[in-house]
């Protein structure tokens, strides 16, 4: 097993700050769109994206979070039942254009249940997704709409994002390479 | 981690009541949604049984499952089959040859939730068995102690009424003094009887002497349906004796927390002003409730250990 840094700090601050751009750039003012964090690190993004538009924008765009683990695939298979976090919409969301925040989308699993969720609590006009780290295999059709970086993996590796939100020392995001990725072009960006 | 079933509070760690204490504060919101449904427990069956009347925990351990997804159905005994001279262990084969995935079960005699926990495979949840014990209402009690007083350990909690035949106190008991309370009874010599020291609590015999210095009373109904004739003279003197009125709260400690399991005889053990006023957290009781049985049934209907790599919470 090998491990190496795909993400600095430095790395993710840009990448969050384009992030941020890119989603203004499309949909317009802070009014326009809400920002729906996956608990954990989703959730954490969602609230630097909400910043960095701040800064920019000078005005904040609304933030929700999801804890998708009630609407987990996969809750009579694991060791242990996960910590349930909390889910909080402190807003009306039929009519609104949401974009759903992930820190690394994998197997699509996650955003299957977070989109399931996300329809008990309101009918929003239309959703998108953005993601720190898109890491590929797939398992469901689901794509994300807003990408900070690519990176090729192995369906056993571990891409762990570490965030200061989260009690971590330092941002960033790591690989635990326990096989070879499926296409060695994947990661360049 | 909790096991298959909950028969009681009796033999639970403390870590086990505060994990199920902390999920059910978790639940709470699931029912502030306006879609009031989760879809964790989907395909899941949970059977209702019940030999005893009951209203609130029936409804709220129906609710706590629907909230979850799982399909419910209900057996009691005054319509069903008993009637007909079934036994118990009978009518539980045959509900389990229809593949419940959980029984919630009330039952006139000690130890019956227990036997059916040994035979079957399924999850068993006891909802109140004879005078021994009613695990999720003291789990939603202690759950409402905690919103107000926060950690219970040092606190002193009153339990006044007939509490011999009280499963609500019982539970109460085992599963405050574990959180490190300290629990103190009242009533009439008859309901609150010096053998109940041996549980580890204080055996009091006026209202007054424990209402001073506890942070929460709780008021028990008088279980007429329990007691052996000549156990109590009538509902008026034990009123006079035993029952919480504004003027018996004035000299209680300020801000204690007042409390029922339901269902309430107004005028006897409660006065409607009391039952009614600030300081009753009753129908708070009852919301917990749901929350305290949604998190039983997430944390009790666990699936098959399969080996890690199924796991994509790692992302």
């Known amino acids: 097993m090998e491990a190496w840094r795909a993400m600095t700090a430095r790395d993710l601050d840009r990448t969050v700050r384009r992030l941020a751009d890119e989603i203004t750039e499309r949909l317009g003012d802070a009014d326009d769109f809400v920002l729906i964090g996956i608990v954990t690190g989703g959730a954490h993004l969602a609230q630097r994206l909400a910043d960095a538009v701040a800064r920019t924008e000078g005005h904040r765009p609304q933030v929700g979070t999801l804890d998708i683990t009630l609407y987990r695939d996969d809750l009579y298979t694991g060791l242990e039942k996960p910590t349930l976090g909390v889910s909080s919409i402190p807003f009306e969301l039929a009519g609104r254009h949401v974009v759903l925040v992930d820190d690394v989308l994998f197997t699509g699993r996650t955003v299957r249940a977070a989109l399931d969720e996300l329809m008990d609590f309101g009918r929003p006009a239309r959703v998108q997704l953005a993601v720190l780290v898109d890491r590929g295999h797939r398992e469901l059709p689901i794509a994300a709409d807003f990408v900070g970086r690519t990176l090729g993996t192995g369906k056993l590796d571990r891409v762990m994002v570490s965030l200061r939100e989260d009690g971590s020392d330092h941002d960033g995001v790591q690989i635990m390479r326990f096989e070879a990725p499926d296409s060695p072009d994947a990661g360049a960006h | ?315």
């Not at chain 2, 419910?72 to 009518?91: V, Y």
């Not at chain 2, 005699?109 to 909802?127: D, E, K, Y």
Request: overall charge positive; proline content about 5%.
């Open chain 2, 1 to 315: 981690m909790l096991g298959k079933d909950l028969l009681g509070l009796r033999r639970l760690g403390v870590e086990e009541i505060t994990e199920i204490l902390d999920t059910a504060a978790h639940f709470r919101a699931v029912s502030e949604r306006r879609i009031k449904k989760v879809p964790t427990l989907r395909g899941r069956t949970v059977v209702t049984l019940f030999f005893e009347n009951s209203t609130r925990t029936r409804m709220s351990f129906d609710l706590a499952a629907k909230r979850l997804s799982a399909d419910t159905l209900g057996f009691s005994a005054s319509t069903s089959s008993t009637k007909k001279g079934e036994t118990l262990m009978d009518t539980a084969r045959n509900i389990d040859a229809m593949k419940p995935d959980a029984i919630i079960i009330r039952h006139p005699c000690s130890g019956a939730p227990h036997m059916l926990a040994r035979a079957f495979p399924w999850t068993v949840i006891n909802a109140g068995d004879g005078i021994n014990e009613h695990p999720s209402q003291a789990l939603l009690d202690m759950l409402t102690m905690r919103d107000h007083l926060g950690d219970l350990a040092g606190r002193t909690v009153a339990i006044v009424g007939d509490v011999y035949h009280s499963r609500v106190a019982r539970s109460n008991i085992f599963g405050l003094r574990k959180l490190g309370a300290s629990v103190v009874l009242a009533g009439p010599g008859t309901m609150c009887r010096p053998e109940l020291e041996q549980l580890g609590v204080r055996v009091r015999h006026r209202i007054d002497d424990v209402l001073e210095e506890a942070d929460v009373v709780m008021m028990l109904r008088i279980q007429r349906e329990r007691l052996e004739p000549g156990a109590m003279s009538t509902a008026r003197e034990y009123s006079r004796f035993y029952g919480l009125d504004l003027a018996r709260l004035r000299q209680a400690r300020p801000g204690i927390l007042v409390m029922h399991p339901g269902p309430i005889n107004r005028g006897v053990e409660l006065s409607p002003e009391v039952a009614d006023g600030s300081q009753s957290v009753i129908m708070e009781q009852v919301t917990n409730g749901v929350a305290v049985r949604m998190a039983l049934l997430y944390l009790l209907l666990g699936g098959d250990p399969l080996p890690a790599g199924a796991d994509h919470a790692v992302a």
